[in-house]
């Protein structure tokens, strides 16, 4: 029995030794100059822009991932320190409100000429006091050719969610912002309005919705499953569109004339970030022709970089001929989302009286 | 009569095994998938593996989440052991209090237990990391041996500790002679609860670690977003690792036999 | 022996920090309410007042403690019979089974849900095979039977490791006993061993039956986003709406509802406060 009990703590001290060294060992090895921690959203990054980029700064860096903004600003809040976040528009928008983030030194991201037309003088950060874009992008419908035609959502627009003709064979995202959207601009209302009025009939159009249409509310797995041809319509991210798209040819994307979101994700530096300089090359880095071409083809999205944009679209590019590679910039009603404290709490409430609707 | 009830519990345990491994075969068959998607097979291939194996933060996750399972394991079942037996000779109301704090941990939603220790650690301004993942893992641990065990120690003879003691043995002895042999199927069964909960832990681990130390779940979470099959490589790894485990389990008390046979 | 209780103090100071402390933070949000920008804090009740006059909260509360409940006895009805052939089993088949048992849920929950809802849905296995045979399709994914089954295949393990702990090392001699004193193999079984598997029972279900309340992940995947239990709608006050007071006030309303449930539960063994058994 104490042999047991010796072997089990003998084991314990080695576990515990390995462990507390390969951790500090993969953080500040280098000491604290060297080390950048960035903060994305998961399988957001070029396969060797990471690699590339430790090569070239003789850096390491650590990075952790999320899959929602609200989960980065959960941890972020509680004083977790990061030199590099990648947020969307509303959560950079709440970050500088909060007073989080540093200014940026742009004589230190030279390549910020690189930029495309589409993500300058953005409304939350016009003159890129505190961000970088990183990608952008709409969201639309994507739809099945053989059973959907384009006259149809021409008529129509956001409205075809709520044909019955395709009770059943619809996916809505499931995000009280996304959905709220859909129905506000439906509706031909601003989707930043505050207005009660505005925002139950929102309210009502998606409760309609839920109640005719038996549509399966779903997040990612919209991706692999409108890939596979799995329903007619779907309400999905450009950039997870532009996959779809580039797998399945019976697959198309429309974006309605009444207007849609038009989001950009963009890189900061929190303001207790311990590593600005390096923060900085990071981003210059990110914006050169390579980097930006390894994320886009990788991930998919539109490139904040003009360069990239442009041969990714154009003939011979990845993405050529795939109407959701590129995010349109010339219809007024699009808008970005600004961030609303009590618009929030609101929204999530109704959105789970929506779904919870019998 | 006994035939038949043999064959029926046959039949039950090998449609329940069916049941249990169905997903397990159908992870492993989808890691070889040609394509990226996790629902539609289009031919074979090693993509997936050869992905994952290059991937370093894979491997690191994999070192990670093992070893801060073993450690939890190790430190919940021996401290959860102690205390069961402890708090089974306290007062009645000390020993509901503890077990209603215990039960805590487990019927909180986990973002509930997480978000309580992201606050708690930076209020103490704890740096995040390996050692604050562990300390949770043992935190959420210890309530699930206690668990196991009390059953057992309820249903013990008393007579027989106390047999032991005028029988000239020590506290100590009666204890480890005694009494924990007689407790082990609950120590055992607490061990392994204790070890799932650790391996698998995701929403806790997430917002208490920090410095880049992932463990699989999050790892497989955070990639999960934009269909990743090498999650399913991973997972292949990982029960091709545990079946060797279990055999090698199994291996060692047959060489035994055989030795001392000879 | 009564010396053995010191053994229990070390503990006490761990989760006075370690569980008490993270708590009494939620209980805080619980009953206060964010001031405009900066956290002023004032206390009241509205958290809690806003929760119970939503009539969609209470139905959702209301579903997953169904769901949770079904679960639970389904984990039961299919775990003891388990437990019991497992624990008749001979040595080394015994600890064999027990491992098989429990390897699934060391494959991460998120891969096994996953192989769920490629198993079940439209065009999966088993619509694949039907259709094979000639039957039609049946809508199996997003429905309440996929969410027990996904809940069912994550818990019953648990359920089996519990009451097997009690049924092994139980003391043959009183089936004997029983079966010398003229009772039939089901009147021993009625009498003495499931009397005395109660206690792994009471745990197993408070192993099943608290997780299961406030899942949050298997009913989205398998239920769909309009499968909403208690679970999701904490998860989303946390982390989507950023409101931790609403959120922590629900969790606290779960908390009670839960506790006194087993509170209920355990009355039923009256083993608790008769004496015997080592814990006196």
Request: negative net charge; contains cysteine; hydrophobic residues 45%.
């Amino acid at each position: 029995m104490k042999k047991y009990i010796a072997l089990l703590l003998g084991v314990s001290f080695i576990l515990a030794g390995c462990g507390g060294s390969s951790s500090s060992s993969s953080s500040s090895a280098e000491g604290g100059s060297n080390v950048l921690k960035v903060y994305n959203w998961g399988e957001y990054t070029g396969e060797t822009l990471i690699e590339d980029f430790e090569a070239e700064y003789d850096a390491k860096v650590i990075c952790e991932y999320f899959d929602s903004n609200e989960m980065m600003y959960t941890k972020v809040q509680a004083g977790d320190k990061y030199d590099v976040l990648v947020p969307s528009d509303y959560m950079i928008e709440r970050l500088i409100k909060e007073n989080m983030l540093q200014e940026l030194d742009l004589e230190k991201i030279p390549n910020i000429e690189n930029l495309a037309d589409g993500v300058k003088n953005l409304e939350y950060d016009p003159d890129n006091t505190y961000s970088v874009p990183y990608f952008w992008g709409t969201v639309g419908i994507v739809y099945d050719k053989n059973n959907v035609t384009e006259a149809e959502l021409k008529a129509k627009g956001w409205e075809i969610l709520r044909d019955t003709k395709y009770a059943g064979d619809v996916y809505i995202y499931d995000s009280e912002r996304d959905s709220f959207m859909v129905a506000l601009k439906a509706l031909g209302y601003s989707m930043n309005t505050d207005n009660e009025d505005e925002i139950n009939a929102a309210y009502e159009w998606l409760l309609e919705l839920n109640n005719t249409m038996e549509p399966t509310y779903v997040t990612d797995e919209v991706i692999d499953n409108m890939a596979n041809g799995m329903k007619s319509l779907a309400v999905v991210y450009s950039g997870d569109a532009a996959y779809i798209l580039s797998e399945n040819e019976d697959m198309g994307f429309f974006m309605p004339e009444e207007g849609t979101n038009v989001w950009s994700d963009a890189m900061v530096i929190p303001a207790n970030a311990e590593n600005a300089d390096l923060a900085h090359e990071f981003i210059n880095y990110v914006l050169t022709y390579d980097a930006s071409y390894g994320n886009s083809e990788y991930v998919g999205y539109a490139s904040s970089n003009a360069e990239v944009l442009e041969d990714m679209s154009s003939e011979g590019g990845d993405y050529y001929e795939n109407e959701a590679y590129l995010p349109r910039t010339d219809n007024p009603n699009d808008e970005i989302f600004h961030d609303n404290e009590v618009l929030r709490a609101k929204l999530s409430e109704l959105w789970i009286k929506v779904k919870a609707a019998k | 009569m006994k035939k038949k009830s043999l064959l029926s519990s046959k039949i039950f345990m090998l449609l329940l095994m069916i049941f249990f491994y169905l997903p397990i075969i159908y992870t492993i068959i989808f890691s070889f998938n040609g394509s990226k998607s996790l629902t539609h097979w289009s031919g074979f291939s090693l993509q997936w593996y050869e992905r994952m194996f290059s991937n370093s933060s894979m491997t690191e996750a994999i070192w990670y989440t093992i070893t801060i399972a073993i450690l939890a394991t190790i430190i919940s079942t021996i401290v959860g052991t102690i205390t069961a037996i402890g708090l089974s000779k306290c007062g009645k109301v000390l020993r509901t209090a503890v077990e209603r704090v215990n039960d805590l941990p487990i019927l909180n939603p986990e973002i509930v237990t997480a978000i309580g220790l992201l606050m708690f650690f930076s209020a103490l301004g704890l740096k995040k990391g390996y050692l604050t993942m562990l300390l949770a893992h043992i935190m959420f641990c210890i309530p699930y041996v206690m668990l196991s065990i009390t059953p057992k120690l309820r249903s013990l003879d008393p007579n027989l500790a106390d047999a032991a003691l005028d029988l000239g043995a020590t506290p100590w002895q009666a204890l480890i002679k005694v009494i924990v042999p007689q407790i082990m199927p609950g120590i055992v069964s607490g061990a392994l609860i204790a070890f799932t909960m650790s391996f698998d832990d995701f929403v806790i681990s997430y917002f208490v670690t920090g410095n880049g130390v992932n463990n699989i779940s999050i790892l497989v979470y955070t990639m999960s977003k934009r269909v990743n099959p090498s999650i399913n490589a991973l997972s292949t790894v990982i029960i091709i690792m545990i079946t060797a485990v279990l055999l090698i389990i199994n291996i060692i008390p047959i060489i035994k036999e055989r030795k001392t046979k000879k | 022996m009564k010396q053995f209780k010191t053994m229990a103090y070390p503990y006490i100071a761990w989760i006075a920090v370690m569980i008490v402390a993270p708590m009494l933070l939620i209980f805080m949000y619980a009953f206060t309410v964010k001031g405009n920008s900066v956290t002023t804090f004032r206390f009241t009740l509205e958290n809690f007042i806003n929760f119970f006059s939503d009539a969609v909260f209470l139905d959702v509360l209301k579903r997953s403690l169904i769901i949770a409940i079904v679960t639970t006895i389904i984990c039961i009805i299919i775990g003891y019979p388990a437990a019991y052939i497992i624990a008749n089993a001979p040595g080394r088949k015994n600890v064999m089974l027990i491992l098989l048992i429990t390897m699934p849920t060391w494959i991460n929950m998120l891969v096994r849900t996953y192989a769920w809802v490629g198993i079940l849905q439209d065009d999966g296995i088993i619509n694949s095979l039907l259709q094979m045979i000639g039957l039609g399709k049946i809508k199996l994914l997003h429905t309440s039977f996929a969410v027990i089954l996904g809940m069912v295949y994550n818990f019953v393990p648990f359920m089996i490791l519990q009451i097997h702990s009690s049924l092994a090392k139980m003391d043959k001699s009183l089936l004997e006993a029983a079966s010398d004193l003229g009772a039939n193999r089901v009147q021993a079984f009625l009498r003495v061993t499931l009397p005395l598997s109660l206690p792994g029972v009471i745990s197993g279900i408070t192993l099943v039956f608290l997780p299961a309340v406030s899942s949050f992940f298997i009913p989205k995947l398998l239920g769909g986003g309009q499968y909403v239990l208690i679970g999701n709608v904490i998860e989303n006050q946390f982390l989507t709406a950023g409101n931790w007071n609403f959120g922590s006030a629900i969790s606290l309303i779960m908390a009670v509802i839960i506790l006194i449930s087993m509170y209920i539960t355990k009355k039923v063994d009256k083993g608790e406060d008769a004496k015997g058994g080592f814990a006196k």
